[in-house]
């Protein structure tokens, strides 16, 4: 059964800094590309962030270049997220999700997570 599960959410001053960690069991983590997305109240799970198995190529929404960085352990199975300079438009539910390749479509991922809250007071 595979799961992934997200921890490190919070809440946090604007300008301030969380670390996301996902952790997998349950599938051959090295063979999975993994994706972070969040999801605001009223509005649609969005891309944040996906970086390929071997974490050589990461590809970023607009929205959050040069503030978030995706990186990952496979000896962990662990995908991470380090959010920097967050606003209070970061408010949402982050998920995190596994593909076979890495994606920006939220429909091609096949596993997810459960998510974890960030909340950003101004």
């Known amino acids: 059964q595979v799961q992934l599960v997200e921890s490190g959410g919070g809440l946090v001053q604007a300008g301030g800094s969380l670390r996301l960690s996902c952790a997998s069991s349950?599938?051959?983590?090295?063979?999975?590309?993994m994706g972070w997305f969040r999801q605001a109240p009223g509005k649609e799970r969005e891309f944040v962030a996906t970086i390929n198995w071997s974490g050589g190529s990461t590809y970023y929404a607009d929205s959050v270049k040069g503030r978030f960085t995706i990186s990952r352990d496979n000896a962990k199975n662990t995908v991470y997220l380090q959010m920097n300079s967050l606003k209070p438009e970061d408010t949402a539910v982050y998920y995190c999700a596994a593909n076979t390749i890495a994606s920006t479509t939220r429909d091609f991922y096949r596993y997810w997570g459960q998510g974890t809250q960030v909340t950003v007071s101004s």
């Open positions: 349950g599938l051959t983590f090295s063979n999975y590309a």
